[in-house]
C-alpha cells in the first residue's frame, strides 16, 4: 500500500498541535519550545509538499496519490481525497508561507504563544483539507474548520479592534457556507433521486444531469461562498477590517492562502459542477471582478494605513484571478491559477515587510515614515524587490500571471481587457507612492533615525519571499507545466454542454444579454 502523503500532510500539523499541549511550564517559559515545534513541524510539513510536487506527474491532468475510504457509508460520504495540478501548488504555498508566518511572529506574539502556534497549526490543516478534499461533505468540513483558528488568531493576537473584525470575518463566511451546504446537500439529494443512492463523490456529481433551474440556483449558492471568501466586490467589506486587525502571522495566511480558497472554488467546484450557469453567467463575474479591480486600487490609493492599502490591493489583484476564471479559456484559467501563487508571494511578503516595521515603530500610518532608505536599506531594499514582485515588473512573478489573464480575456472580450488593464498602471501608482512616501525624503521624525536594519531571522523570513519572486518571474513553466494539464480538463468539463438549456430558462430580460466570454480552449 502506498504512502498516503496526502493524508499525512492533513495530519502532520494537526499532530503537532497536539504535541504542543504536552510542553510543560507556563506560557512564558514554554514560549520557546513552542515556538520550535510548530516551525520545525511546518518546515517539515513544507518539505513534504515539495516531495509530492516531486513525484507528481505534470503531464496529466488527472488526480493523483488518491485515498478513497468509506466514512459513513449509509450516506455515501467517504474521506476522499485527491490532487491535480491546480491544487498541487496550492498545497505548496500554504506549506511554504506557514512557516514564514510563524517566523513573523517569533518577538511579536508575546502572549498565549503556546495556544498561538497550536491555532496556526491547526489552521494549516484545515487549508491542506480544503485542497485535496474530493468528497464534498469533507470539503465542507474542512472549510468550516479553518474559520475557527483564524477567528481565535484575530480575536485574540490581533490589535484594537480585533474582537469586531474577528465577528465580522466570521459572520459573513458562515452566511455563504451556510448557503454552500444547502447547495451541497441538494446535489446529493438529486443524484439519489436519480440513481438509488446517496453521493458527496465530486468526481460522480460532476456527470450529474441537472436541469436549468437546478443549476441556476446551486450555482449562485456556490458563488455566493465563494466570492465573499475571495472577496470579490461587492462582498469585499470584511476583509480591510479583517487584514489590519489581525496580527502578521494571521494578515500573511489570510491573503496568502485563505483568500485562494474562494478562486479555487470557483475553478474546482462553482464553475464544473454548473457548467451552464457558468458559461452564461461569467460574463457577469467578470463585470464584477473589474469594478473590484478598479474600486480597489483606487480605494487603496488613498489609504494613510500601510496595511489597508496591501488589503485593498488584494482587492484589485484576485479581480484579476476572478477575471482570468470567467474568461473559460486555457491561458485565462491558467494565468488565474498561477496569479493565485503570485498573490499568495508578493501580498504574503508585502504583510510580512508592513509587520517589520510595524514591530520597529508600533505605527502603520505612512506619515509616520520617510527617509528609511538611509536608515535601514536592507529592509528597504527587500520592500522595494516585493513592491516590485506585486506591481507585475516582467522578471518577477506578477508579470506571468497578469499578462496570461489579459490575454485570456482579451481573447474573450477585448473591451473587458481594456478596462482591467487600467488596474495594472493603478497597482503602480498606489503601491511605488507609497513605496515612496514610506523609504525616501528626509528623516522627519527622530524615531525613525534609530531603527535597526533586518535582523538574520527576518532575513529566514522576507529573503525565500524574494527568491521564489524571482523564481517563478524567471522559470514561469516550472509552476505552469503541472498546471496546463488540470487547467484543460477543467475546461472540458465546463464546455461540454451549450448553454442554451439557461438561456430558456432566464427571464427574457437577461437572456437577451449577449454572451461576452467565449467558449475557446
Known sequence: MPFPILSSLVALPAIGAILLLFVRGDEERSAPASRAIALVVSVLVFAETLLLWSRFNAASGEFQFVERHAWIPAFGIDYFVGV????????????????????????????????????????????????????????????????????????????????????????????????????????????????????????????????????????????????????????????????????????????????????????????????????????????????????????????????????????????????????????????????????????????????????????????????????????????????LSSIGLPGLNGFVGEFLILLGAFRSNPTMAAFAATGVILSATYMLWMFQRVNYGTVTNAQNARLPDLQPREWATIAPVIAIAVLMGVFPNLFLRPIEPAVQRTLARIQRTSSTRVQAAMPSSVSRMPSAISRQP
Open 84 to 387: 491535480d495540478g491546480i491544487s498541487l501548488l496550492l498545497l505548496v504555498l500554504t506549506g511554504f508561507l506557514t512557516p514564514l508566518a510563524l517566523l513573523s511572529s517569533w518577538e511579536s506574539i508575546h502572549r498565549k504563544t503556546r495556544t498561538f502556534c497550536i491555532f496556526v497549526l491547526l489552521l494549516e490543516s484545515a487549508m491542506m483539507g480544503v485542497f485535496v478534499s474530493l468528497d464534498l461533505f469533507l470539503f465542507y468540513i474542512f472549510w468550516d474548520a479553518m474559520l475557527v483558528p483564524m477567528y481565535f488568531l484575530i480575536g485574540v493576537w490581533g490589535y484594537e479592534r480585533r474582537v469586531y473584525a474577528a465577528v465580522k470575518f466570521i459572520l459573513y463566511t458562515m452566511a455563504g457556507s451556510v448557503l454552500m451546504l444547502l447547495a451541497i446537500l441538494s446535489l446529493a439529494y438529486l443524484h439519489y433521486s436519480a440513481t438509488g443512492r446517496y453521493t458527496f463523490d465530486l468526481l460522480r456529481l460532476y456527470d450529474l444531469e441537472l436541469t436549468a433551474h437546478q443549476q441556476l440556483w446551486m450555482f449562485f449558492a456556490f458563488v455566493l461562498a465563494f466570492a465573499i471568501k475571495v472577496p470579490l466586490f461587492p462582498f469585499h467589506t470584511w476583509l480591510p477590517d479583517a487584514h489590519v486587525e489581525a496580527p502578521t502571522a494571521g494578515s500573511v495566511i489570510l491573503a496568502g492562502v485563505l483568500l485562494k480558497m474562494g478562486t479555487y472554488g470557483f475553478v474546482r467546484f462553482a464553475f464544473p459542477l454548473f457548467p451552464d450557469a457558468a458559461t452564461y453567467f461569467a460574463p457577469w463575474l467578470a463585470v464584477l471582478a473589474i469594478v473590484g479591480i478598479i474600486y480597489g486600487a483606487l480605494v487603496a490609493m488613498v489609504q494613510p494605513d500601510m496595511k489597508k492599502l496591501v488589503a485593498y490591493s488584494s482587492v484589485s489583484h484576485l479581480g484579476f484571478v476572478v477575471l482570468g476564471i470567467a474568461a473559460l479559456n486555457t491561458q485565462g484559467v491558467q494565468g488565474a491559477v498561477y496569479q493565485m501563487l503570485n498573490h499568495g508571494v508578493s501580498t504574503g511578503g508585502l504583510f510580512l515587510i508592513v509587520g517589520m516595521l510595524s514591530d520597529r515603530r508600533h505605527t502603520r500610518l505612512i506619515a509616520e515614515y520617510g527617509g528609511l532608505k538611509k536608515v535601514t536599506p536592507h529592509l528597504v531594499a527587500a520592500f522595494l524587490l516585493v513592491t
